[in-house]
């Protein structure tokens, strides 16, 4: 069975660094996707990102970038310049065979930028 | 703009009077998904319609029913709400189940209260 682990319930940044959230996955399909969403205080799941598990290279959306690390498992997301509208729960999420294709998530982390 | 739209946003509901939350979509995606989530926790899949085929996931209880009577509308209907059953109930659609590729479209989310 599919499964996506986030090992940071939360995390700090300084506006305008940069911050990596982690997200590692264990599947046995050889085809899947990657997603990243960002959910606010006020509950809407919004959509940040995406990486096939055949994309050649790392998928990168403005200030949003996936690590996409095939071997190791792991599509960590890359925000760069952080902004105070950043802070926000971010969940890591796959779809593939092994879940009949439903989107799973990972139990997401909290990410508070400070001024 | 197309989208998804949950009503209401909040819902105070008492304890075992049966209350409805409706979702439409303005998408004409064939795929239409019900989530809860609670508290700091990941949205955990309750059913999904394929088209008008409903799939229940194996352990969504009894209390909650699903109704799609078209392709834009799809209700949650809770038949007899307790204490646990306040969360955050998420509407979301996609174009179709067995693909990698899209993620899924999210409303805005209805937060139930049950007093």
């Known amino acids: 069975a599919q499964k996506i682990t986030q090992t940071q319930p939360g995390m700090f940044v300084q506006e305008k660094e940069a911050v990596t959230l982690d997200c590692t996955y264990d599947?046995?399909?050889?085809?899947?996707?990657l997603f990243w969403y960002k959910q606010p205080s006020s509950g809407e799941m919004i959509f940040l990102i995406y990486q096939g598990s055949y994309d050649q290279q790392n998928a990168t959306e403005g200030r949003y970038s996936l690590n996409f690390q095939k071997a190791r498992k792991s599509a960590n997301l890359v925000i760069s310049a952080s902004q105070l509208g950043d802070s926000a729960m971010y969940f890591c999420a796959m779809r593939g065979m092994d879940s009949s294709y439903k989107l799973i998530f990972g139990s997401g982390t909290r990410l508070l930028v400070r001024p | 703009d197309a989208m998804v739209i949950q009503n209401p946003r909040y819902q105070v509901t008492q304890f075992g009077k049966p209350v409805t939350l409706s979702c439409s979509q303005t998408?004409?995606?064939?795929?239409m998904y019900w989530y809860q989530q609670k508290s700091s926790q990941a949205p955990k899949l309750l059913f999904h319609y394929y088209d008008k085929d409903f799939n229940n996931e194996a352990d969504t209880p009894d209390n909650f029913q699903s109704r799609r009577p078209n392709t834009s509308f799809c209700f949650l209907d809770i038949r007899s709400p307790g204490l646990g059953d306040a969360a955050m109930y998420l509407c979301?659609?996609?174009?179709?189940?067995?693909?990698?590729?899209?993620?899924?479209?999210f409303g805005s989310g209805t937060r139930l209260t049950v007093v």
């Open positions: 599947t046995s399909d050889p085809s899947y996707g």
């Open positions: 998408l004409n995606h064939n795929v």
């Open positions: 979301a659609t996609s174009r179709e189940t067995r693909t990698l590729i899209y993620g899924y479209t």
